[in-house]
């Protein structure tokens, strides 16, 4: 960890012993209750994604498949094009992310360190418009997007999903820059580094923990995104994100629920195991937006 | 690099002083490393925030089917029709009365568990702060698909588990009956969400010294003592902000009604995005302007309700730092 | 972007046009000349995904003799549909050929926005179909041939599917079904009670309201409702006896405890599946229900049989449907009118038709072919019940094609048919009688209001367009018989 970084949530290593005296043991019964409630509907998904298609409807609290149809997951990687939504969600997310990050860092950095004409006008914009609701601006960002004919495009949802909004990463991200101390700049000004360069250099990589803070929101945010990529692909489904994709296993009369339940299996094992490997960083960058 | 020392780079403290000796014009100029800074956000947001916002309260005074090029000017009559329309206060009802239920749910749920976990001495704290984090990370569409499922009263685990053990003896049909169906997407909304908010809580909890707790075990102090008069006090200043960050997460609600209630039965789940996506997206002829009219005026009723909130709470500070 | 196109704006589709070209110059020097021609690709988007390979065939066909031509075939969820035909068209992407499946607006309207361009074979085409087809306001539009229809008006959409093992459970024959309200609430009643908490009598897609109000609206017909609107006085008949009456039938299955208790979750694709699973034993559905079953659902074939819609005893009330309208439309930014319309020629033969009718979806235009075709019993017998029961009845857009701007300019009623039928079953409607004259009244002011609005720019239309005094219910409704002189 940096300088002036939050305390990272403590690691399960280097704890004290167990303890399994009467009252920790009745709460480890709790929370293995909890987690059971809380594993289930993934364990009922990923069961489901085995079963035939009647099966599913009849099979109760059974969790194992009669006949184990394997077919469900060639028929939604193929048929279904969900190779092609996990590449434009992995697309969309990550552009998203890094567009927010930039625009966000530069922002927040002027803000925290220099008085400049307008800057009570920007925060004030800021302020105002912090609250508004997606479903407000929705129908104004498809008109515009159609006019710069981004409508059916990548593009188009990533700007949608990163241009407007995010007024808590650019605050987080001030509140970070002003309690950076003025001297390590004064050294570096006398070094003679540019604006762009003291920026760069040194105070992108101090604000480490926040970037960490506004990525994993951010990425939260647009891997889940529903709205935006749904409005955007009416016209062109094979742009579809995999939140979205789910649609295409409804036709006109049928709906092919195993074959779906394969899919989101499919769409959850990447995040899932993005997830298991970099715990840390989600969890610490959650808890960033609390601390800053 | 172009720019030269004098030019930009100083400090806050030093540039009141000199700032005000200066021209405007030489000002901007010497700032221009700011103003472009500035730029992405100000271009993006311009265009993806405010000019939305702008441009709204003009659809929203439009006959507009999004058929024609153009829509008809028709003054105020959208907002007078929405004012009076039921569903529109009912969809905002609905809004306001999933996050006021939700909220505080989720905010002592998620403080329990915390604290829960928060014990060193808790085995498999990580595993289970792991489980209870992995429906964060799940596509809301693919909860809202597979909770259909186990909500369903004809055979869903819900259902035969509540019937096996006798806790019910008829199925309850939770997202089919307009009874129910609000709290059931409240419920599964509280699941998914867990995790980020006892994150928060963890992250609250660890900046409390473990001294403390030491102290007040030597003295003898029970848990409960413990937390009400260590843990409550010391995470006050962190409720609020974990308060609000739950809150602005509540409103967002739109894909997880949609996959799994659609707003129905009879309206019974319409939240205003709902309302709004079926007005301008899902009639079979899109009224734009109205659907617009509704998002500003929920927009500016929102404003005013946390506005309200503020002074309110800055209110309450002052009364108590006076008292 | 050519820094020299002044407009900026060579789209996607020009660029591929003038790529072909040049590689066309090329190839003349070539010794292949059969690359001369430009390639070209229809693009092609309809919501048949039971018919897909069907047209996916026919695509083929006309690929191997047109090897210059590619069909680019996108099928749809219809819920979708409409909303990227609309975005389609405001950017310039629309498709050169598609259904308007999703979309409010009537033909009429999207013609006058600049949806449409004739086809070029028109002529050719009406000789193909039997007469009486093609008419204005549907399919013609200031006398010019845009579409024609592919599929017969005489359906309905309130067949009675039932479990044959589950119907062994009544007094009802397992074979034919129950025929009347009364027979099939018996029905219903007898499998429930003979399950054990295990089987319903009956499974109602509850949660699509556009379908529910189609189901009240038929069963509304059965008991003599002249339909929505009554055409001897151009009143709207949704406060009538007959409606309520059909409510009160449906409403009496789930007072029993007949109902499938999942129903006001699913949507028709659900409720279909889950019917298919043994557990509930009738299902409202059209004739595309076999189709469905037949390709996805083949374990359960066996079990299907099929009733005409139910009706109060002692009646034998006729439907009434409009006149169908076109399939697919030609749009004006299509740079092919040509080849789409020779495309469009293959949908008008009667190889399509019986290849229609095979895949059991809407009944094709020519109901004799399905005797050629080979299809399911149940979807014969269906069709049977159609040419018995169905009748053309007339249509205020065909006398005066006006009518459809009035009908564009109606808004949403909210709650609607469908909707009043949901807030029954959950009984968030305590009356549905109020609920019924509330809606039947807004709906009449409602049209008075668009007729208001559409006269004031200087349309000739009124009420009286929808009163048909030489009206006939037990007739078809032809063209010879609409009032002339308007």
């Avoid at chain 1, 940096?2 to 929370?31: E, M």
């Avoid at chain 3, 007469?131 to 599929?151: M, R």
Wanted: charged share 15%.
């Amino acid at each position: 960890m940096k300088q002036g970084a939050a305390p990272s949530i403590r690691s399960p290593r280097g704890r004290r012993r167990w303890s399994w005296s009467p009252g920790i043991a009745l709460q480890v019964v709790l929370l293995v209750a909890l987690s059971a409630i809380w594993i289930y509907p993934f364990l009922w998904l990923v069961s489901a994604s085995l079963k035939g298609s009647l099966e599913l409807f009849v099979s109760g609290l059974d969790l194992v498949p009669k006949h184990w149809e394997w077919s469900n997951y060639s028929r939604a990687w193929n048929d279904a094009g969900f190779s092609r939504y996990m590449v434009n969600s992995i697309i969309t997310t990550a552009a998203t992310v890094l567009i927010v990050i930039v625009r966000c860092a530069l922002t927040g950095y002027v803000l925290a360190r220099y008085s400049f004409i307008g800057k009570r006008f920007v925060l004030g914009v800021f302020l105002v418009t912090i609250f508004v609701p997606e479903g407000y601006t929705i129908i104004a960002v498809m008109e515009l997007s159609r006019q710069l004919h981004l409508l059916n495009s990548l593009l188009g949802i990533t700007l949608a999903l990163s241009a407007g909004g995010h007024v808590a990463a650019i605050l987080l991200y001030t509140g970070y820059f002003a309690r950076i101390p003025r001297e390590l700049e004064e050294a570096a000004v006398l070094d003679g580094a540019g604006f762009f360069e003291i920026f760069r250099s040194i105070m992108m990589p101090l604000a480490g923990p926040v970037t960490a803070t506004v990525a994993v929101l951010t990425f939260l945010g647009a891997w889940n995104a529903f709205f935006v990529p749904l409005v955007f692909t009416f016209s062109k489904p094979e742009l579809r994100t995999l939140a979205v994709g789910m649609l295409a296993f409804q036709g006109e009369h049928s709906t092919d629920w195993s074959g779906m339940a394969a899919a989101a299996t499919l769409s959850l094992i990447p995040v899932v195991l993005l997830f298991m490997f970099l715990q840390r960083y989600f969890m610490e960058g959650i808890a960033g937006a609390v601390k800053a | 690099m172009a720019t030269t020392p004098e030019s930009t780079s100083v400090p806050l403290a030093a540039r009141g002083r000199r700032g005000a000796r200066q021209g405007v014009l030489a000002r901007l100029w010497a700032d221009r490393w700011i103003y472009l800074f500035l730029l992405p956000t100000a271009v993006l947001y311009s265009l993806y925030t405010i000019w939305p916002i702008g441009v709204s309260w003009w659809y929203s005074l439009l006959d507009w089917n999004g058929f024609d090029q153009h829509g008809t000017y028709i003054g105020l009559a959208n907002y007078r029709e929405v004012l009076q329309d039921p569903f529109f206060w009912h969809a905002f009802e609905h809004t306001f009365v999933f996050a006021l239920i939700s909220v505080p749910v989720r905010l002592v749920l998620t403080l329990i568990v915390a604290v829960m976990l928060n014990n060193p001495r808790m085995p498999w704290a990580s595993l289970f702060r792991t489980a209870l984090f992995v429906p964060v990370v799940t596509t809301t569409a693919i909860i809202g698909i597979v909770m259909q499922f186990v909500f369903d009263p004809a055979g869903g685990p819900v259902n035969l588990f509540l019937l096996k053990f006798g806790l019910i003896d008829r199925p309850i049909n939770f997202l089919g009956d307009s009874s129910t169906a609000l709290y059931t997407v409240m419920v599964v909304h509280v699941w998914k969400w867990f995790g980020v908010t006892m994150i928060y809580w963890l992250a609250a909890l660890q900046t409390i010294s473990t001294e403390y707790y030491e102290a007040a075990r030597v003295d003898g102090a029970n848990a409960v003592r413990v937390f009400r008069d260590i843990t409550v006090p010391l995470l006050k200043p962190f409720a609020i902000i974990i308060g609000v960050l739950t809150f602005i997460d509540t409103l967002k609600i739109f894909d997880l009604m949609l996959t799994m209630t659609g707003g129905g039965p009879y309206f019974s789940t319409e939240v205003i995005d709902i309302f709004i996506y079926r007005e301008a997206f899902a009639a079979t002829i899109p009224r734009l302007g109205y659907a617009s009219a509704a998002a500003v005026t929920f927009g500016m009723l929102t404003i005013v309700i946390a506005v309200v909130q503020l002074l309110a709470a800055r209110y309450a500070q002052r009364a108590r730092r006076t008292s | 972007m050519t820094p020299n196109s002044t407009r900026g704006t060579i789209s996607r589709r020009t660029l591929a046009k003038a790529v072909g070209a040049a590689v066309g110059t090329l190839a003349l020097t070539h010794p292949l000349g059969t690359l001369a021609q430009d390639k070209v690709t229809i693009h092609w988007w309809d919501q048949f995904l039971p018919i897909a390979p069907l047209e996916k065939k026919l695509f083929a066909q006309f690929h191997d003799k047109n090897p210059n031509v590619t069909v680019e075939y996108k099928v749809y969820n219809p819920n979708e549909m409409g909303q990227a035909l609309q975005l389609a068209h405001k950017s310039n992407q629309a498709p050169d050929v598609s259904t308007l499946a999703g979309i409010g607006l009537p033909a009429r309207k999207l013609y006058e926005e600049g949806w449409f361009q004739k086809l070029t074979n028109g002529v050719q085409i009406d000789k193909s179909l039997p007469a009486g087809s093609l008419l204005e306001g549907f399919t013609n539009f200031d006398g010019d041939i845009y579409s024609f229809p592919t599929f017969s008006f005489r359906q309905y959409t309130t067949l009675n599917w039932f479990n044959k093992d589950l119907m062994k459970l009544t007094d009802s024959d397992p074979e034919t079904g129950p025929k009347t309200w009364e027979e099939m609430r018996a029905a219903a009643k007898a499998i429930t009670d003979k399950g054990n908490g295990r089987l319903f009598g009956w499974i109602f897609d509850l949660n699509f309201t556009d379908r529910i109000a189609v189901h009240l609206d038929e069963l509304a017909q059965t008991a003599g409702a002249p339909g929505g609107i009554d055409p001897k006085s151009g009143e709207y008949a949704y406060a009538t006896d007959p409606y309520a009456q059909a409510m009160e039938f449906l409403l009496s299955m789930q007072k029993d405890g007949s109902l499938f208790p999942a129903s006001s979750t699913l949507d028709a694709r659900a409720a279909r599946t889950r019917w298919a699973t043994g557990t509930s034993g009738m299902f409202f559905d059209g004739p595309w229900n076999i189709g469905v079953v037949q390709s996805d659902l083949k374990e359960f074939i066996d079990k299907v049989g099929v009733a005409p819609v139910p009706r109060p005893q002692g009646t034998s009330n006729l439907i009434h449907v409009g006149p169908q309208g076109g399939t697919f439309w030609l749009s004006a930014q299509s740079k092919h009118p040509e080849i789409a319309s020779d495309i469009l020629t293959l949908f008008t033969t009667s190889d399509y038709y019986v290849g229609l009718a095979e895949q059991m979806d809407q009944p094709p235009l020519d109901l004799d072919a399905v005797d050629k075709a080979n299809v399911h019993p149940t979807y014969k017998q269906a069709v049977g019940f159609y040419k018995n029961e169905v009748r053309l009845g007339p249509s205020a857009v065909v006398r005066n094609p006006a009518v459809s701007l009035v009908n564009a300019e109606m808004k949403d009623i909210h709650p609607n048919l469908g909707e009043i039928t949901q807030g029954v079953f959950s009984g968030d409607v305590k009356d549905y009688q109020a609920a019924l004259k509330t809606y039947n009244d807004a709906m009449t002011a409602e049209r008075d209001r668009a007729l208001k609005v559409v006269q004031s720019k200087g349309q000739r239309v009124s009420q009286g367009d929808w009163v048909f005094a030489n009206w006939d219910p037990a007739k078809d409704y032809t063209t010879e018989m609409y009032p002339k002189g308007q």
